[in-house]
């Protein structure tokens, strides 16, 4: 089943989060990733929604965390909590039943 990676943060040191942007694309090469959302400005309909929204699909969820507990992601992922505020979740898709 599908799992998707979703990461809701405020960027709150835009000089250091800029080094995350450019680091982190490499750590999805050899992972089957697809990229859903990549919003930094998303429209507002309802509460307080945090700056930026990313949405990564992955076969499994065994296959996100293979991306996320990597040594090439976890190596850079300092470059995103030290400069922003928010959460990063991981929740697998929904199959309705028969």
């Given at each position: 089943m599908a799992a998707y990676f979703i990461a809701?943060?405020?960027v709150t040191n835009t000089v250091g989060y800029?080094?995350?942007?450019?680091a982190v694309r490499p750590t999805f090469e050899g992972h089957d990733v697809e990229?859903?959302?990549?919003?930094?400005?998303?429209?507002?309909?309802?509460?307080?929604?945090?700056?930026v929204t990313v949405v990564l699909?992955?076969?499994s969820k065994?296959?996100?965390?293979?991306?996320?507990?990597s040594p090439e992601?976890?190596?850079?992922?300092?470059l995103r909590t030290n400069n922003s505020?928010?959460?990063?979740?991981?929740?697998e898709g929904?199959?309705?039943p028969a």
């Open positions: 809701r943060y405020n800029a080094a995350y942007g450019a990229f859903l959302v990549v919003d930094p400005a998303g429209d507002v309909l309802e509460g307080s929604p945090p700056q699909k992955f076969p065994d296959a996100a965390l293979a991306w996320y507990n992601y976890q190596a850079i992922r300092h505020e928010g959460d990063a979740i991981l929740v929904f199959s309705p």
